[in-house]
């Protein structure tokens, strides 16, 4: 059983940076990329990034890009997000998430998804 627990989520002002953590348990962490992606009121979950399973490859969805960083410490089985120059669109319920098919190249969660999720950690940016 997989477990991944979010923290980090918080209010801040546009312009602003927050950095999220996400703790994974429950099987070997190192094996498998992770991902974040995030949910916006009314809208439908979207992918942010991913990484792989020894942290050489990173992908970020468009509307991140040059502003979010993914990135792992498999010795804590911790991934992060670090979030800066944050805008008021970037208000979402962000959700950890990894994945067993290793078949797939980091690019391709964007659009399979991944089949394992945190419960999400809340993230308003004020304008």
């Known amino acids: 059983q997989v477990q991944l627990v979010e923290t980090g989520g918080g209010l801040v002002q546009a312009g602003g940076s927050l950095r999220l953590s996400c703790a994974a348990s429950?099987?070997?962490?190192?094996?498998?990329?992770m991902g974040w992606f995030r949910q916006a009121p009314g809208k439908e979950r979207e992918f942010v990034a991913a990484?792989?399973?020894?942290?050489?490859?990173?992908y970020y969805a468009d509307s991140v890009k040059g502003r979010f960083t993914i990135s792992r410490d498999n010795a804590k089985n911790t991934v992060y997000l670090q979030m800066n120059s944050l805008k008021p669109e970037d208000t979402a319920v962000y959700y950890c998430a990894t994945d067993e098919r290793t078949y797939l190249g980091v690019s391709d969660y964007s659009r399979y998804g991944m089949n394992y999720w945190g419960k999400g950690t809340l993230v308003t940016v004020s304008s």
């Open positions: 990484i792989s399973w020894s942290g050489g490859s990173t």
């Open positions: 429950g099987r070997t962490f190192s094996r498998y990329a």
